[in-house]
């Protein structure tokens, strides 16, 4: 018989089952298989780990008592193991102790399944699984449709080429060496691609413009922060970056714009990507100037810092990453 019950989004679902148990294992492949999900199974952790390097996994049915590695370890693996954001996982245990559910939370457990329980309550977990799966990976894909945008934009100009990418992964490297968690970094390098995504907003002929800036012009330039962050503000995963894409043009002496904040009312991350952007465009050609050297470029922001412009803290931390990780003389 051709399964037939499983709808259009779950369709060519995997799920891997894990039970030391031959006769669960069997019970839950047909059951499964019935409902149209195309099913792995493994008598133990080692096998599974075997089968999920292997295969591409859509959610996992773990049984937490198994001999060797147990459903809590192996879920807390498998999640280390995947590279989608998020990867769910539905522990099985025989024990309906709160106790039992705080460590398959801890683990990192996105649902519970207590023997004996009904073949509905398993299918229908697994049904809104796979559709919060599904629409994770609409917002990442939304995410990287965003990002590939921003590159793209950049290669139009052979003078900004690169420019934002390098925002990124300098901002991260300066995330890391603050001590910054990985979270975080991920959410500057995100930040530093993202951050003029405003300019697709203005007018080449404006942006690029060698000579002196008319004032409205300038307004016009200035706008990119709040074009912005209206592009992003839809993005529910880009959220987190959009006090950077508003206001990495603050000044730690409140100069700046749009809002004026000052000193440590700035977002942290805004007053990061502030100073790598600052350092970028300067170490890179421009169509009216040739690129500072390193040296130049750091005794430059050097002396801003003391006009008020960069957070003081977080500049000389840049300066001590650069000499550290680069091994430049400044
Ligand atoms: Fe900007």
Partial sequence: ????????????????????????????????????????????????????????????????????????????????????RFFPVVLVTALSEMEDKITGLEAGADDFLTKPFHTMELVTKIRSLLRLRKLQSHLDHSEDVILTLAIAIEAKDPYTKGHSERVGSLSMELGGFLGMSEDDRDSLFKAGVLHDIGKLGIEDRV????????????????????????????????????????????????????????????????????????????????PYRSPFTIDEAVGRMKAEKFLGQWDPDILEGFIEMMKNQRGFII
């Fill in 1 to 84: 018989m051709t399964p037939s019950r499983v709808s259009a989004e779950d369709k060519d679902a995997a799920i891997l089952v894990v039970d030391d148990h031959a006769f669960n294992l069997e019970l839950m492949e047909g059951l499964l298989y019935r409902e149209g999900y195309r099913v792995l199974t493994a008598p133990d952790a080692e096998t599974a780990l075997g089968l999920f390097r292997k295969e591409e996994v859509d959610l996992a049915i773990l049984d937490v008592m198994m001999p060797g590695m147990n459903g809590y370890d192996l879920c807390r693996k498998l999640k280390s193991m995947t590279d989608r």
């Fill in 207 to 286: 942006l690029h413009k060698a000579e002196d800036l008319t004032d409205q012009e300038a307004k016009l330039v200035k706008d990119h922060v709040l074009i912005g962050e209206t592009i992003c503000m839809p993005l529910s995963s880009a959220r987190h970056i959009l006090p950077v894409i508003r206001n990495h043009h603050e000044r730690w002496d409140g100069q700046g714009f749009p809002d004026r904040l000052k000193g440590k009312d700035i977002p942290l991350f805004a007053r990061i990507v502030a100073i790598t952007d600052s350092f970028d465009a300067m170490v890179s050609l421009r």
